[in-house]
């Protein structure tokens, strides 16, 4: 069983991770496209933290019997790889961006070049 201890941390540290989100967008200073992972990280954390008796289930389900809540902290770890790899993705998109922008304002560059050479 789920020490109740460890289900009260849960649900406040996933409530903080939600609240911290939310004003991080409220701020501006996090995309709601990048924000929809960490809300659904935190929503099932929450929601694994809270429900004691699903946790319990989901255990048993994968085998845990020493200790439920090590359930929790996989699933925790699985949405941070998660996470970790879709900003992967997107900084390799920005990356060839950048390239592809860099060679595009070098040959408009060398237009300008050419063209103030021949006057």
Same mark, same amino acid.
């Given at each position: 069983?789920?020490?109740?201890?460890?289900?009260?941390?849960?649900?406040?540290?996933?409530?903080l991770?939600?609240?911290?989100v939310?004003?991080?967008?409220? *701020?501006?200073?996090?995309?709601?496209? =990048?924000?929809?992972?960490?809300?659904?990280?935190?929503a099932?954390?929450?929601v694994?933290?809270?429900?004691?008796?699903?946790?319990?289930?989901?255990?048993?389900?994968? *085998?845990?019997?020493g =200790?439920p809540?090590?359930?929790?902290?996989?699933?925790?770890?699985?949405?941070?790889?998660?996470?970790?790899?879709h =900003?992967?993705t997107?900084?390799?998109?920005?990356?060839?961006?950048?390239?592809?922008?860099?060679?595009?304002?070098?040959?408009?560059?060398?237009?300008?070049?050419? *063209?103030?050479?021949?006057?």
């Amino acid at each position: 069983m789920t020490p109740l201890r460890v289900s009260i941390i849960g649900v406040v540290a996933s409530a903080l991770l939600i609240l911290v989100v939310l004003e991080l967008i409220r *701020g501006r200073r996090l995309k709601e496209r =990048y924000a929809l992972l960490w809300l659904a990280t935190g929503a099932v954390l929450l929601v694994l933290s809270a429900w004691r008796d699903a946790l319990n289930t989901i255990a048993s389900w994968l *085998g845990v019997t020493g =200790y439920p809540p090590a359930v929790l902290f996989a699933v925790a770890t699985l949405f941070i790889l998660l996470v970790l790899l879709h =900003y992967s993705t997107v900084l390799s998109k920005l990356t060839d961006d950048n390239v592809e922008l860099a060679q595009r304002i070098a040959l408009l560059e060398e237009r300008v070049a050419r *063209g103030l050479s021949e006057r």
